[in-house]
């Protein structure tokens, strides 16, 4: 909701007066306490959160009349490192019938520097398979606990695991908790809760390439991969997939998530997602409901694409390629284009940085008709977006996006103009 120039003028009074007050104690009255609830839950909706906290030290009454918008705000995402000390306040939390309710999201993240201990002050050895998983987790007193305050997280239905550094360094300490763990003590979970699962994000790539331990990584359970894909909609995969295990584990979080509606998956580098995409093209899959997919740095065969494109025709509204090495030819793709034009939902697409070749990157794609004329309908105004680089000597159009209407007209233009340029001179 935007603020109007009422609420602006509020707003700039707000943040002048808590700069005064950020280690103040509530005054008893200022005017400012007058203002009706909705106005300081619109002004205080807008802040940011240490703004927010400074704001219900103004006084008395506006402490009152915001704590909703500041728990809420406060509370939408959690994290957790399964530590002890995490899960007492967390229990904290979920115990409160008014705080449990604004919780939305949970990370599952070390708090340290490098984001890699978790599960301290327990121990973890005599639940851990000779292979290196997690097994028998039900009597283990942090798994036990969590499973509890999930149970009243009624509203947390979103969940990420975040990690910067997968690897362990010293596979004989059996006691320490990394984050593949998470993986594994998440699935585990929610497999014997139920809890519904509508959106997960699993990044170890943020900064580095890593990749999930697959020593730690447990494939075989095949209820745990129903029991989260059952209601998962979004979902969010951000690893490199250079390991056998790696990918037999996103392949089935894949094929049991038959009710997706946005799917992200991002990789680095050229190994494991040509296996995994031409697996799932391979099978009867889901992805009748996909609304939303982006790719970025995934190689891929131009058959097996389709594929996967065409079993969501009627339903996907975005469509997202970017740093793609495709194994086809130029003719390819502008047959590609060609089918896209008739997928009735679509709305927007985006094609950045695709490169064609089958051993080594052979020729840039470009765009080069939307730099001499980037207009779909000229009348209604609509038009390409695009960026343009030198590539080698070549002028290359190395990105085009278009959202609006007319997207047949759009993706038309494309298959007819689409181009290639040599990736290197000989």
């Known amino acids: 909701m935007g603020l109007n120039s009422t609420s602006k003028h509020f707003l700039r009074k707000f943040k002048s007066l808590s700069l005064h007050r950020r280690k103040e104690s509530p005054s008893p009255h200022t005017p400012l306490c007058d203002l009706p609830l909705e106005l300081v839950e619109l002004v205080a909706s807008s802040l940011q959160p240490s703004d927010l906290g400074a704001l219900r030290m103004t006084c ?18 959690i994290k957790t490192d399964l530590s002890s000390a995490n899960l007492r306040e967390l229990e904290a939390i979920s115990r409160d019938a008014q705080l449990r309710c604004y919780v939305n999201h949970m990370v599952f993240t070390g708090f340290d520097e490098c984001l890699e201990n978790l599960g301290e002050g327990y121990k973890w050895g005599l639940h851990r398979h000779q292979s290196g998983h ?3 987790l039900q009597e283990h007193p942090a798994v036990k606990q969590l499973c509890s305050i999930l149970c009243q997280l009624v509203n947390c ?15 004989s300490d ?11 003590t998440f699935l585990d979970i929610v497999a014997r809760t139920h809890h519904p699962v509508t959106a997960l994000i699993v990044n170890f790539m943020d900064e580095f390439n890593y ?33 056998g295990i790696v990918r037999d584990w996103t392949f089935n979080i894949l094929l049991h998530a038959p009710n997706l509606h946005m799917l992200h998956l991002k ?39 389709m ?8 339903s996907l509204r975005v469509l997202k390629i970017n740093t793609m090495r495709m194994y086809a030819n130029v003719q390819d793709i502008k047959r590609m284009f060609q089918t896209l034009s008739s997928f009735p939902a679509l709305e927007s697409v985006s094609f950045d940085n695709f490169t064609l070749g089958v051993v080594r990157r052979d020729y840039f794609i470009h765009f080069p008709v939307v730099t001499e004329n980037p207009f779909v309908d000229e009348s209604q105004g609509t038009k390409f977006e695009f960026a343009s680089n030198n590539t080698r000597g070549w002028p290359r159009v190395f ?9 047949d007209v759009a993706l038309d233009i494309l298959a007819r103009t689409v181009d290639d340029a040599p990736a290197s001179i000989s």
């Open 134 to 136: 997690l097994v028998n």
């Open 307 to 314: 594929v996967l494109l065409q079993r969501c025709r009627h």
């Open 174 to 184: 059996n006691d320490n908790f990394r984050p593949t763990d998470s993986i594994t």
């Open 399 to 407: 990105r085009v996006a278009y959202s609006g209407p007319k997207m």
């Open 60 to 77: 008395k009454a506006i402490y009152g009349k915001a704590s909703s918008v500041f728990w809420r705000v406060s509370l939408q995402s």
């Open 157 to 171: 239905r979103s969940f990420e695991i975040y990690a910067v550094i997968t690897k362990v360094r010293d596979q």
């Open 211 to 243: 990749a999930p331990d697959p020593q730690r990584l447990q494939v075989s359970d095949k209820d745990q991969f129903i029991a989260v894909g059952q209601h998962l909609e979004e979902l969010k995969l951000i690893y490199t997939l250079e390991h």
């Open 267 to 305: 990789n680095h580098g050229l190994s494991g997602y040509t296996e995994l995409i031409h697996r799932l093209a391979s099978v009867d899959g889901p992805w009748s409901q996909l609304q939303e997919l982006e790719l970025e740095s995934i190689p891929v065969s131009i058959e097996d694409l």
